[in-house]
């Protein structure tokens, strides 16, 4: 069940040591340290698992997670701590994360000092510093997070993110649950982070419209496993794979062109009991017999574009 975590964790792993690795089934995928890599996928798709998995937060229980190229298990514990605070991780909701006993001062400041990032005596001005940087008034730092609003929360969590200086980022539906404006708000905001830390993003979320205007390559997930990954704009342009397709025709407006809404027909199956073959067949417009029969390889359809369908296969553009 944790094939693609695996595979997406090289992913990960690639970033962060600006090299190109093998990264998908049958493709290599080049990524670069500094990347927003968006992940999508409609919720069950395995998304968030694959967050808790890269942050150690969940271990694999089968398969592995590749940490700048090595195995996690062959990490000492010294490097195993390393990478949990290298890989940090935002979630949607920040008040489920935060201790509402603690003020800010501490809840930013408390994985810094336990991990010798700063020291007593230096820990105000180490918060105060990290605030400012996310927006935050610093004479704020002895309220409590319920004297906060959820964007200004949601500032809190980048904060404490930030405060053990993270080399990659997974923010999972980090958006998700913040009005409109304050999303686009929190977004910048990454961005502004990411040039001034030299920050890697996996950006989780199940809403394609978020992920593309902040991504540099999409990953699309359904059921766990990878149905295209290409850069950002190529991908917008020229999507291969139909669940691609589908979740397009789903956003209320594509780049120029409006398209009338159109939700992908049938319920997402259960991960326990997925389909044959193609996991998307049951809901493809475009199925055909084999496709309940043979998995489709995600290979490579051009340069750094990568999708898994069989109409990939049909030559001379028959299958459009
Ligand atoms: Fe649709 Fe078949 Fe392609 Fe799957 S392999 S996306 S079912 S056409
Ligand atoms: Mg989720």
Request: hydrophobic share 40%; net charge negative.
């Amino acid at each position: 069940h944790l094939d693609y975590a695996e595979k997406l964790a090289n992913l990960v792993g690639a970033k962060i040591q600006e090299e190109t690795v093998h990264a998908v089934t049958d493709v290599d995928i080049e990524v670069h340290q500094g990347e927003v890599v968006g992940l999508v996928g409609e919720s069950g798709c395995g998304k968030s698992t694959l967050g808790r998995l890269l942050t150690g937060i969940l271990a694999p229980s089968d398969g592995d997670i590749f940490w700048k190229g090595r195995s996690v298990h062959s990490l000492s514990k010294a490097e195993k701590t390393d990478m949990r605070l290298a890989v940090q991780m935002i979630f949607q909701d920040p008040m489920s994360s935060l201790n509402p006993r603690k003020k800010v001062i501490d809840l930013i400041g408390e994985a810094p000092l336990v991990h010798g990032l700063t020291t007593r005596a230096g820990l105000e001005d180490y918060v105060v510093e990290i605030m400012a940087k996310v927006g935050l008034d610093p004479s704020y730092r002895d309220r409590y997070p319920h004297q906060f609003s959820g964007g200004q929360r949601q500032r809190i969590g980048i904060a404490r993110a930030l405060a053990v200086k993270p080399q990659l980022i997974v923010c999972d539906e980090s958006v998700a649950a913040l009005d409109v404006s304050i999303q686009a708000q929190i977004l910048n905001l990454f961005m502004e982070l990411k040039q001034d830390f030299g920050l890697t993003y996996l950006f989780v979320s199940h809403d394609l419209g978020v992920v593309q205007h902040i991504s540099d390559r999409v990953v699309i997930m359904y059921l766990g496993r990878v149905m295209e990954s290409a850069p950002a704009g190529e991908f917008m342009e020229q999507p291969n794979h139909p669940y691609t397709q589908a979740l397009l025709r789903e956003l209320p407006s594509v780049t120029q062109r409006r398209r009338a809404f159109t939700p992908i027909k049938g319920e997402i199956p259960s991960p326990l009991h997925p389909p044959s073959g193609c996991l998307f067949h049951p809901r493809c417009p475009s199925a055909f017999e084999r496709c309940g029969a043979e998995v489709p390889a995600l290979r490579a359809i051009h340069t750094s574009h990568a999708s898994a369908c069989h109409l990939n296969d049909i030559p001379a553009k028959a299958a459009s």
